[in-house]
Structures are given as structure tokens and as C-alpha cells.
């Protein structure tokens, strides 16, 4: 008798069961279960719902992470040294570059960087002296008039004489006949006095304006040069100011150190007719540099004979070289810094790989109670790019701050590079997974139960 009541008592009880687990289930799920049950003809069977355990979120892997890091902080700290000089040094080293770049490119522009010069090269071997076919001061003229885009232009005649050093010695000088836009085409300093303007170029005065370390030679300094009488070709000429290139060009150009301007004007008394050596053009816009130089040479070759060969050149050239030498300067420089950075990943893998050999039994414990591969990997991985983060953050903010503190203390203007910064920081997160994979790998394939035992 007890055991015919007790049968269907536990037959009800298994079928509320199983109601459970069935309205538990989705209803198609629920619909099949019940009706195949009814088939076979038996007492539905509860049924255990096995559902996946919860995953940890991106958010606590890192807290755990940092946790750890706090735990300790002197390890993880000299091992983010390494990171926070690498990303700093990155950093000054784009500074370093683009100062030098900077640099550069402020001397070439100080010759003129908007500068557009023609030079007589001479004809065909067959040519005689006679057939000679040197530019005139009319071919400067047609430029002008046809080329738009030229602010300024000027002539250069080269004479040479002798004049009588302090003590009796004489000294060959060089004399260039040009017009007063001469001084803004070829960015001319005045030391001392003034340089001649049209109003001296109209009248013809005999005034000359001497290079700076000439007029040391002859006068003393500078000062004391003006007012002086000075002949050349027995002429007197009267000293009026004098000048240094802006740029240092070491006796590359024209100018040398015993150099002497004077008027075009007043340098036609010395040549025959209107032969010049140079002619210089000033391009208001940098970017009609190209156009203006073939378009000058197309003018001043159509105005003489075909034989005759004309060179027309721009600095645009030199400007390109000098970057491209700043460039690879620059580029090797960070290459020294990736090698930096390089050996602060190959720390950071050391020392999480001691990491993981010092807390295996911390990851049986993990495993045991459901943590998965993926996760204990995550977990590593994200110490190492805690690590490099934090010592790629540091870095950056020291090497952005020297530059600034320059800027802010000293009148120099050092260029700061925003995007050097997002390169150090996109660069040590690639360090940190980089090197921190291999160390994540080893911690997520131990076996939990030989991790329990390890001692």
C-alpha cells in the first residue's frame, strides 16, 4: 500500500520538476520535450539547464590588473622605466629633428627661399670671344614685364680692383653694380649707415656700401667706415653704410668678404654696355617658384642666339634636399628610440613571465573556480599593457614638457610634434601586447589541477 502511494507522489513530484525545467526552456524547446513524452508513454524526466558561467567584462580584467600592479609597485614601476624612456626619447628625438629641419630650412630661406636666379653659361665650343652672348639689363626688363608673379629683380655687374690696405699694402676687392631692390631680393643686413636707394641710383652717386668685416679691415669697424672716401678705378666714392648677408654663405655666392656694392647706374661706367652677370628675381608666392624659373628661361633664351646657353635655377631644389637630409636624420634617430623601446617590451616579457612562474598556483585557484583560458590570458595581458601604458603616458608628458619649458623659459621656439605623442602611446600599446602575449599564453595553458600542487 506505501508503496502505491508513494509512487505517484514522486511521479508528481518529478513532473512539477520537469514543468520547471520545460517553461524554463524556450517554447519551442518546451512544446517538443512534451509531446515526445506523450509519445513514449512514461512520466516526463526532469531535465538539468546547464548554462554557461558569466564571463568577466573588459572593466574588471583591468581592475584586477591594477590591483595587482598596487601589490606591487616597485617591480611594475622599474619595469615601466623602460617604456617611459623610450616613449620620451621618441618624443625629443621627433623634437630634435624637427628643430634641426627648422634650422635648415630658416638658412635657405635667408639666402631666399622665393629666389629665382639666371646666369650667362657661354655657347658651343666654336664660339669665339667675339660671339660671346651675355644677358643685358633689358632681358631683366622683358622678365618683368611678361612673367607675373615677380615682386622684385635686380642686376649684378662684376668688377674687380685694387685699393691700399692700412699700412701701405693693396688688396684685390670685388665690386657689384646693383639696384637698391638688391638689398630685400638677397635679404642684406645694414650693420651700420644706410644702403643706397633709387633716388642714388637716378643721380648717379658715387656711393658704396662695404661688407662688414671690409670695412673692419680698412676703417677699424663698422661705424667708422661711414662717411669715408674711398676710390675705385680712381673714382671717389663715398661710404655709406655698411652690410652682411643674412645668412652665412661662406663665399658660395656673390658676396665674399671683400665686397663692395655700388649702384648698377654708376657700374656702367666701367662696362661696355648693358652686360650684366646675374639677374635675381624675387616670386611673391613660393608655390610660383617652378613656373617663374621656366617661364624666365623660355624669355631670356628667345631673346638670344640658339647656340647660346642660359641657366635659369631656384633654391627649390635645395629645399628639397635639405629636407630630405633632416628626414632621414629624424628617421634614423627614432629608429634608435625603437631599439629603446625594444629592449623596455623584452623587460616587460621578463618580468610577467617571472610573474606567472611566481603566482601559478594563484592561477589554479583561478581555474578551480571557473576562470577560463581566455580570461586568465586577458588577465595577464592587460598587466602588460597597464604596464606600458602607465610608463608610456609618464614618458610622454616629460618629453612633451622639455620643449615647453624651453619655449616658456627662453625666446626659442622649439616645434612640438601632437603627433609624435599619439605614435609613443599607439607604439607602447603594441609593446605592451606585443610582449605581453607570450607571458599570457604560458599562464592560460597551465593545468589547473599540477597548478594546485605547485609549491
Known sequence: MSDQVSTPMVETRVAENNATSVHSLPVSQAADTHASNQRVGVAPIARRVVRNPPELCLGEVFSFAYETFTSNK???ALTALGMMIGTASLILVVTIGLTGKQYILKLIQGIGSNLVYAEYEGGSTHVNKAALDPMTINDMNAVQQQVPGITAASPVVNLTDRIVLPGGKERDILVLGVEPQYQTIRNVD?????FFDHEDEQARNKVAVLQQKLATKLYGSPDAAIGQNLKLSNLPFTVIGTFKERVETFGMSEVTEDTILIPYTVSRYFTEGAI???????????ADVPRVTQEAHRI???RHRPESVYAVNNLTQLLDVATKTANALTLVLLLIAMVVLLVSGIGIMNIMLATVS???REIGIRKAVGATKREIKYQFLAEAILISLIGGIVGIAIGLALPFSVRFLTSYRLPVSGLSAVIAIVVSTMVGVLFGTV???????LDPVESLRYE
Not at 645694414?190 to 644706410?194: K, L
Not at 607571458?439 to 595553458?445: F, S, V
Open 74 to 76: 616597485v617591480r611594475f
Open 439 to 445: 607571458p599570457a599564453t604560458r599562464a592560460a595553458q
Open 300 to 302: 631670356i633664351q628667345s
Open 276 to 286: 650684366v652677370k646675374q639677374i635675381y628675381f624675387t616670386v611673391s608666392d613660393a
Open 358 to 360: 611566481a603566482r601559478i
Open 190 to 194: 645694414v650693420i651700420s649707415g644706410r
